[in-house]
């Protein structure tokens, strides 16, 4: 069943030296074959000897029917021998290596892979290794031509490749903070694609989109996801006809459009109506395709419309995948109309992923759609599985939306724009419910507890921030001032939960005595830092107490990538333990500096004014203070930086702040308008702020 290698097959493969000199790989017609090749025992040490790592397979099932002793003491295994690849590596099912024998056998022809990433165990220390090497599949060849197995040969470059992926998040850090946009192509694209993903309690959604080519990055591709009023959610995957900054424009108008009619009424057909009326009036609209799905939180009811546009995948909780129906629709602008049977119905149930996506994913280089539809479904379930690259900390969703394009256009590359959306059926996470003491201890609890809980909500970083910020100063308010002239210590509660319109709800309330907040240049500024990182600040009061209510609208950012970022791996989880305050010198500076780590709030703030007095000698000498471990700086922190610089200005020195861009310490002092240093001052080689 093997394949018969043909002359021209030979031409392209063997140079013509090689091609006079080879050796059928058995010899047919010499007694001695050892006056050819060696004798036996010498040819098997000269093998085992040779200074490559290299193994052969043999049959369909590709046997191991030879290793020598680098491949042997790399993969940590010896007794291999008359296994099938997939029983002696189990862990690479779902790596797709198996498909590249299937090639080489089928084929005839060598297969050459540079920087394929490979994920082991170890068989004699059980020790899971991921390495990245460069492998060629050579085919083998039995008397009369035909293609028994393979032989090949790997190269480690593990190395190098890790010294490339630590220069490419260098540049990628510095291009975050310092530069923007390479061009104004990639910037409209950024500009004109949703900002964020919502956050909601009952769904977990995560989008990627790969661009085609750096240089041209701008398409038409498009995502959305949209809360709808009733609860529901609309998740929206679109496609316009064309390249360039022409094609993003009107990628913008249409995404734009669809989302408003979404918002006012969740109607499928209507909103589709609208937008095929507008893309005969739009220019570069016509034959946009669209694919929308209505996801409805609670029950998991799908409704859904494929416009001329691929069918969403489904992920099921079995570990298995299917297609939804096509619903008959064309794209828009093209003279079709959109009724109720052009509406499917399907439902999605607990853990169950859909995703949806644009076809540049199905039409790659050297793939018919039948083949690719396959392919793209059994990568996506087995990554949603965990079955692909396992050590990634990402969530079901996530993994889907980047691990599915590693591993489907590392082989075939890609010469469109991909875009990925997926959503899944999760279990809300119960309402956060605190009763604590109004001591200053309590902010320890606060911050751990609420930590916790957004992680597990799945907010991000930035927006739990914020809200822990927000939730943290409201505390403060009712530890400094409820109970001022009570001398028990009084308890207070503070609830938060997620909406299924995406925003964070949180209330502080307590049972003391409502003081009117006196602005000035060093109190009275929590309510203020509060109001400016929340969507709303609601404060009502009477006899019985006071409640402080806010509300942030959350949201995850999509993954806008090249072929480049596609291996970058996740960083490690954030500690979610408490933060202790650190204050120490920093002798090796060349001048007197400081650096302060963990909060800076009412529990801390004296051990801090204290200590930043003792470092500026009581603000007789200048004093650089680093704030970038600064996880918490509250408005009792601020406060103290305003005492210190007042103190170091009436001696006629220095205080000079240094907080990175986009830290918490800058965020803070950039709303309370307290000048400092966005660039390490200590540094010649960085920029003034």
């Known amino acids: 069943m093997g394949h018969r290698r043909g002359k021209d097959v030979e031409d392209r493969v063997l140079p013509p030296m090689a091609k006079e000199l080879r050796v059928p790989g058995r010899i047919e017609g010499d007694d001695d074959a050892s006056a050819v090749v060696g004798e036996p025992a010498v040819v098997r040490s000269v093998y085992d000897e040779l200074p490559v790592v290299s193994y052969a397979t043999e049959g369909p099932d590709h046997r191991i029917v030879a290793t020598n002793g680098m491949f042997r003491a790399y993969v940590g295994r010896d007794r291999i021998i008359g296994m099938a690849v997939r029983e002696a590596f189990p862990e690479s099912l779902g790596q797709q290596i198996e498909s590249i024998f299937d090639q080489v056998l089928a084929s005839g022809e060598q297969v050459y892979l540079r920087g394929f990433r490979v994920q082991l165990t170890r068989q004699d220390t059980g020790e899971p290794i991921e390495v990245y090497t460069d492998q060629r599949f050579h085919p083998r060849h039995g008397p009369q031509g035909e293609v028994i197995g393979t032989i090949v040969d790997v190269v480690d470059v593990t190395e190098q490749v890790r010294e490339q992926q630590a220069a490419l998040r260098q540049a990628v850090e510095a291009e975050r903070r310092y530069e923007q946009a390479r061009d104004v192509i990639t910037a409209l694209q950024r500009e004109l694609l949703p900002a964020g993903l919502p956050v909601l309690p009952r769904v977990r959604i995560a989008a990627s989109y790969l661009l085609a080519d750096a240089d041209t990055a701008a398409g038409g591709d498009w995502y959305d996801a949209v809360p ?235 927006d739990a921030g914020a809200l822990r910020h927000a939730v ?51 109190r009275g500024l929590g309510l203020h830092l509060t109001e400016a990182m929340v969507d709303t600040l609601n404060i009502t009061h009477d006899e019985n107490g006071t409640t402080a209510a806010v509300t942030l609208r959350v949201s995850t950012p999509a993954r806008l990538l090249d072929a480049a970022d596609l291996s970058a791996r996740p960083g490690p989880e954030p500690s979610r333990q408490a933060d202790p305050f650190l204050l120490f010198e920093q002798p090796s500076a060349p001048g007197p500096r400081v650096r302060v780590d963990g909060p800076i709030d009412a529990a801390t703030v004296d051990e801090f004014d204290r200590l930043a007095r003792q470092a500026g000698v009581t603000g007789s000498r200048s004093l650089t203070m680093d704030l970038t471990g600064v996880t918490h700086l509250a408005s009792a922190g601020v406060a103290a930086l305003h005492r210190l610089r007042t103190l170091h200005g009436d001696n006629h020195t220095e205080l000079r702040l240094y907080a990175p861009a986009g830290s918490p310490a800058d965020m803070i002092l950039s709303l309370t308008q307290i000048p400092h240093d966005i660039h390490d001052p200590d540094h010649a080689d960085e920029p003034a702020s």
């Open 472 to 522: 943290v100063e409201l505390v403060t308010n009712v530890i400094d001032h409820a109970y001022l002239d009570m001398p028990d210590v009084f308890a207070y509660q503070v609830a938060v939960s997620l909406t299924d319109a995406g925003e964070l709800h949180a209330t502080v309330t307590d049972h003391g005595r409502w003081r009117t907040p006196v602005p000035s240049a060093d």
């Open 228 to 462: 709808l009023p009733d609860g529901r959610v609309a998740l929206v995957v679109g496609d316009v006809v064309g390249h360039g900054v022409a094609a993003s424009a009107t990628m913008g108008r249409l995404q734009t459009l669809l989302h408003e009619h979404l918002v006012a009424g969740g109607d499928i057909v209507g909103a589709l109506t609208a937008l095929d009326a507008a893309a005969t009036r739009i220019r570069g609209a016509r034959a946009a395709t669209v694919c929308v799905v209505v996801l409805d939180q609670v029950s998991g009811a799908v409704e859904y419309c494929t416009a001329g546009h691929p069918p969403p995948l489904i992920l099921t909780r079995a570990g298995d995948y299917r297609y939804l129906a096509a619903t008959g629709a064309g794209p828009v602008g093209v003279g079709g109309r959109f009724t109720k049977e052009t509406v499917g119905a399907d439902r999605l149930d607990d853990d169950e992923i859909v995703l949806l996506y644009t076809d540049g994913i199905l039409e790659r280089p050297g793939r018919d759609l039948p083949g690719s539809t396959v392919e793209l479904a059994q990568t996506a379930t087995a990554v949603a599985a965990d079955r692909a690259f396992r050590d990634d900390t990402s969530t079901a969703t996530e993994r889907v939306c980047t691990q599915t394009l590693e591993l489907m256009i590392r082989l075939t590359g890609h010469s469109d724009d991909i875009t990925l959306l997926a959503g899944q059926r999760v279990a809300a996470p119960a309402d956060l419910d605190l009763h604590l003491s109004s001591t200053a201890g309590s902010l320890v609890s606060i911050r751990e507890s609420l930590a916790s809980w957004l992680s597990e909500a799945g907010v991000g970083e930035q």
